[in-house]
């Protein structure tokens, strides 16, 4: 049960506590990048890591999308690697690519360069960003969201060495030894944790867990090699009984097999991509009732003209019938090309397409 | 409904229209490929748009996994862009790429490249390959399988100009320009048409429809813009009443989401991709009912060792529970660094490890 002091909560906030809302809160993945002009400004002249190493770089991008979109989330700027690399791990953002990984890791004896995430040193930068963050956002109805890669999606960079779409590697690793599998598994779940644990510390309103690339497995595969490590995962962010639970929000693309599974190792919040349909989603998971549904425009519906954009932003909004506990968002990023008014029309129209609380009662104010 | 004499049909045709048969026929999607060094020593020599222009050639190797393996069906080795290299499209087949088109198609204007497809010039090596193929198999419980790509599919690599994920420009110009869009598809679906008819008439005994790439799309997009494209394909694939039906095969991958459409749009068999569990698939279509299936062994398991892969094997076979319409095949095609023996064994695993017939009477052959 998830027990917070509704008076206190942003519109975000009690969203995903299926509160009701006078609007429908949305945010949007990646909505801090490329579509912003200002976010490439920043970027001619610092890469990623060097942006999310400084706080006050960082706090200003973060807050970028909250500015020019009137989102009602702001999601802290990083990259899922970012704990890798801060306990000392090669790997590099390569422009156009995505991370590559200087030595992928395929034996036990590849495991040692996994250390435990120590929160004093190896996230030092991120939580004075969230501090940063947080101050800014003092007093409006904007909340902040922190972010961890899952242990599959952090397992399949770091085994493949570079991104990939059929995870041969990784999936063969899981099936051939199970042993190395789960250890490695394990010491990712044990940093994400640790990770998502210090930025609810540093003042992050929710964590959303990235199993960006878990559609890759059956469901069979998912519920022996995954899913109890994400219960842990899940379980570990749980609050202690009687004190407000930080909303868990579990994300992948390609799930459509895969969202009982994913709910059941935990998340408040589910959410999905665009190929399954949001109301049946809803229905499947129990939305209002169990959890809340993030989701789920077409990131390419947002690269169309407003006309195309709209009807689609429509569907989203008539299957999620304005039943509490639905989050606007894509079903996965905002592309690079993406005009950035579709972005500031779309935020703006789910805004207002919404229900707004019935007026005051006549003669009230007059 | 399909009407055929059994008593000439090979084990693999009874199984496309759900009649019992003596053990589960098994081919793998891109059999002949890679994985197999005689077809790497054809490769060394010759690029495979030189094979498929070589009827010798190409019936030999769309023979070697028959001979190798021992499967159940060959498929003719050709690529999905064959016809529209054939109709005159400068399209390369990239050495770790895949197809790249020297003028992506996005206009009006561009549509004019797409000329109907004549089979009496175009497809005078295919057709000329399939007479050979079977002849060779002539006595052999041994089917010959043709194929087309269907027009989404098509679309997404003409669109795009290359192998893409997120089929961007495509999905834009569907939201965007839907005349244009159908206009394109209209086309492809004739030529896809012409292509298969082609086949058929040069003793392919089933076609399967490759729309590989489709699980890129939300539900309600294909409804709108493939579905209709799709019956009417399927539609011109079907029999003459009282004439026996070439059976049709529909597949794609990452289409959990999709399947009730692609069935509702046509096919005498549907291919499942490993994320959609067989006998939940099987339900969800009316399997041995309304239409055979085909899969779904992820291709990864056949890159691990015998137990591993021997486990994933047997979890189809379970959900597959010899009913009849079962056509055991991945969930995609072969991966390129399979081991050969693994392919050995797995079709032979199969065979054995379905349900043989009854006995002769005690007496009978003493």
Request: hydrophobic share 45%; with cysteine; net charge negative.
């Amino acid at each position: 049960m998830i027990v917070a002091p509704t008076s206190e909560l942003t519109t975000f906030e009690r969203a995903c506590r299926r509160q009701p809302t006078e609007h429908t809160p949305i945010w949007l993945m990646r909505q801090a990048g490329r579509a912003l002009p200002e976010f490439r400004e920043v970027r001619k002249h610092h890469s990623l890591l060097e942006i999310i190493a400084q706080p006050e770089l960082c706090a200003e991008v973060t807050l970028q999308p909250v500015r020019r979109l009137g989102v009602d989330a702001a999601i802290i700027v990083s990259d899922i690697i970012a704990p890798l690399v801060n306990i000392g791990m090669e790997i590099d953002l390569k422009e156009g690519v995505g991370p590559v990984v200087a030595h992928p890791l395929r034996t036990h004896d590849d495991l040692k360069a996994l250390r435990p995430l120590e929160p004093e040193t190896d996230m030092r930068a991120m939580q004075e960003t969230l501090r940063m963050v947080r101050r800014e956002l003092a007093g409006k109805d904007v909340a902040l969201i922190g972010f961890v890669g899952a242990p599959f999606t952090l397992a399949g960079y770091l085994v493949e060495g570079r991104p990939s779409r059929d995870f041969i590697t990784t999936k063969r690793m899981m099936l051939e030894t199970p042993d190395l599998w789960d250890a490695l598994m394990a010491r990712l779940t044990e940093i994400a944790l640790t990770y998502a644990q210090g930025q609810i510390a540093a003042g992050a309103q929710a964590i959303q867990v990235f199993d960006s690339w878990v559609g890759a497995l059956s469901p069979r595969d998912y519920a022996r090699h995954v899913q109890p490590h994400m219960g842990r995962l899940f379980d570990g962010l749980s609050a202690p009984d009687g004190k407000p639970q930080t909303p868990r929000i579990h994300f992948g693309v390609g799930t459509a097999t895969l969202l009982e599974l994913m709910a059941e190792a935990g998340g408040d919040v589910i959410g999905l991509d665009w190929r399954v349909p949001l109301d049946e989603g809803w229905a499947r998971l129990g939305g209002s009732e169990r959890v809340a549904i993030q989701g789920n425009l077409d990131p390419v519906a947002l690269t169309a003209n407003w006309e195309a954009l709209r009807e689609e932003a429509d569907d989203v909004l008539r299957r999620a019938a304005s039943r509490p506990g639905h989050i606007f968002n894509l079903g996965h990023g905002v592309l690079p090309t993406t005009p950035v008014e579709n972005l500031e029309r779309l935020v703006a129209y789910v805004h207002e397409a919404t229900p707004t609380p019935a007026p005051p009662p006549l003669g009230e104010g007059l």
